[in-house]
């Protein structure tokens, strides 16, 4: 395979850090090549430098065997390579037409003469290659993600790219879009097109790419064919640690609780009818939850995991079924009832449902129980404020400069701590966790992880709803399994290994 790309020793320093120690890498013709690693590994930076984002403190880059020096993403443009990050948001008043030509190779007084029909004209083989159907006078601002991930490739294309860099393209889309963004890499791929593909799922590795490279602490660690290398070899990897501590640190950390006589919650024969025309009716599910004793909740896309967490709140109307908390039966008709039975949900999506991103992390951890710890109810004690949420961030191991930066300047995986510790500060009974390790990187993973066990062993019941069925498997005492709304059954964990539980999930209803 004749390379198109090679980097040879590139380092990368930033104060108080080096990003970058002396990588190598190279890119084959219509290869993709994916890069792995945990947050702060550099994969980032590797792809900024090779883009001339970033200039690199030592190292080469040859493209087409010939040494080159990057120093701007036009240059890096005139060499074929580019671009394409997680959304296109820095033109977002541009029409596609006019973001897709805005760099290309058109003259400066050819662009001002074009009309935006002419340009639309010239970028409809590219949209049309890359299978979106959609007015190319539509805004950047107006799109859905997987649309702006697919014009950015458009562009590329049209600005004659033969490298493309893909920095997390997946990150915000569904199942059946990332079906479609890597039969467009395929494509690419018969056209001689390269591809460096960022992510940090391990599943797509094994579903589009040739070679992966890992990275840990800015070092290269190794390069390895994809049919070479397991999933379980990749994770060790990239944490540097024994599959077996990712798997089961859930298990070494829970105690066995004594189940008691009388249920912490019991659910009979629910029945939902959904708020919204997406959602899944749930339909007769029953099942107990005991003190210190996580009940994990599984299926495929549209098995009713969310609904059932909502319901469990009031965010979803029972038309059917009972509910008890510790043996007594209760209604309940939204959030607020939910709490008084201390049940409380931890959303699936963090940033807009479970955190106030621009207040601190102090501040997001006491704003749910606000009112009960302010002086006379009415002002408030920022002394007991800032010991409250110290203790959080000791705890559960919350990595942030201070309480008070901003929560939208940490990592996916401390956010999900800030949202666990907001919940316990509300002294909660019930946790409903809705896929609570999801887009986080593996050592995140893993601290979650530990937490979820630590509270069961601390006496929480704890319901986790998660497609993550290894997830699933290592967390939980007991697993529902859920489709189209309906209980496929309800097992002890001992009664299920991976396989078994693979098949329930492609069960026939």
């Not at 010239?122 to 959609?134: A, I, Q, T």
């Not at 961030?393 to 940490?410: G, Q």
Request: a positive charge.
């Amino acid at each position: 395979m004749p390379l198109l790309l090679q980097t040879r020793g590139i380092v990368k320093k930033f104060p108080g850090t080096i990003a970058l120690k002396g990588v190598d890498f190279d890119l084959g013709v219509g290869e993709v090549h994916v890069l792995v690693g945990q947050n702060g590994a550099g994969k980032s930076t590797f792809l900024k430098i090779i883009n001339g984002i970033l200039t690199p403190d030592d190292g080469e880059i040859y493209v087409n065997g010939a040494k080159v020096f990057i120093d701007s993403p036009m240059k890096a443009k005139k060499l074929g390579i580019t671009l394409t990050h997680q959304e296109a948001t820095l033109t977002p008043n541009l029409t596609i037409a006019e973001y897709m030509f805005l760099t290309a190779k058109i003259s400066r007084k050819s662009f001002a003469l074009l009309r935006n029909s002419e340009l639309a004209e010239l970028g409809k083989k590219y949209l049309e290659f890359v299978g979106l159907s959609v007015n190319p006078m539509t805004k950047i601002k107006d799109l859905r993600a997987a649309e702006k991930q697919l014009v950015q490739v458009a562009r590329a294309l049209a600005e004659g790219g033969k490298v493309i860099c893909m920095d997390e393209p997946t990150s915000a889309l569904t199942k059946s879009e990332v079906l479609h963004l890597f039969n467009v890499i395929r494509e690419l791929k018969k056209k001689d097109v390269s591809v460096i593909l960022v992510t940090h799922k391990i599943d797509e590795v094994f579903e589009i790419g040739d070679r992966v490279t890992v990275l840990r602490d800015g070092e290269k660690i190794g390069t390895f064919n994809v049919s070479e290398v397991t999933h379980e070899k990749l994770v060790e990897l990239m944490i540097g640690k024994p599959l077996v501590e990712f798997y089961e640190v859930g298990m070494a950390a829970k105690k066995k609780v004594e189940i008691q006589a009388t249920p912490l919650l019991e659910v009979r024969n629910l029945y939902t009818t959904p708020s919204l025309p997406i959602e899944v009716p749930l339909k007769g599910l029953s099942f107990t939850l005991y003190k210190g004793e996580i009940l994990g909740v599984t299926g495929l896309l549209g098995a009713g995991k969310t609904e059932l967490g909502k319901a469990l709140i009031g965010m979803e109307k029972i038309t059917r079924g009972e509910i008890y908390i510790e043996g007594k039966r209760v209604r309940i008709g939204n959030p607020v009832d939910a709490r008084k039975y201390g049940i409380f949900y931890l959303p699936e999506d963090r940033n807009r449902e479970g955190l106030v991103l621009l207040l601190s992390v102090r501040d997001n951890i006491v704003l749910p129980s606000i009112t009960s710890i302010c002086k006379l109810h009415l002002l408030r004690d920022l002394k007991l404020e800032q010991r409250i949420a110290d203790w959080y961030i000791k705890r559960l191991r919350i990595v942030a400069p201070s309480p008070e930066v901003r929560v939208d300047n940490l990592s996916g995986g401390n956010k999900q701590k800030v949202v666990i510790a907001k919940t316990l500060e509300t002294r909660p009974k019930i946790l409903i966790l809705d896929e609570p390790t999801f887009g986080i990187d593996i050592s995140a993973k893993m601290e979650i992880r530990r937490i979820i066990a630590e509270l069961a062993s601390g006496g929480y019941g704890i319901i986790l709803l998660s497609s993550d069925i290894d997830e699933v498997l290592a967390l939980s005492d007991k697993v529902l399994v859920l489709k189209d709304g309906v209980q496929i059954g309800l097992y002890q964990r001992e009664e299920l290994d991976r396989d078994k539980l693979i098949k329930l999930l492609g069960a026939k209803v």
